[in-house]
């Protein structure tokens, strides 16, 4: 869980502090996500869309219906 992280190594304070490129995707799709699901913090959610995709680059490139089979992936986060 993203509280349970030191407050300068969470993404939004590093991305304040040091930039983007100091995040990894997973961080930088974080930020975007804003929150996980129960039990499954952000940070997990979002790896877990990188593993399954294939990276940023296959999960930029995934069409809607793929998408919609994200568990919490609805449609303001699609």
Not at 17 to 27: F, I, T
Not at 50 to 78: E, N, Q
Request: net charge positive; charged share 25%.
């Amino acid at each position: 869980m993203l509280k349970d992280i030191p407050a300068p190594a969470r993404p939004r304070e590093k991305l304040l502090a040091r930039g983007a490129a100091a995040l990894a995707d997973a961080e930088l799709l974080a930020l975007l996500l804003r929150t996980g699901l129960p039990g499954l913090g952000v940070l997990q959610l979002a790896q877990s869309l990188l593993d399954r995709f294939g990276g940023l680059a296959g999960l930029l490139h995934a069409d809607a219906d793929a998408l919609k089979d994200v568990k919490g992936l609805g449609p303001a986060k699609r």
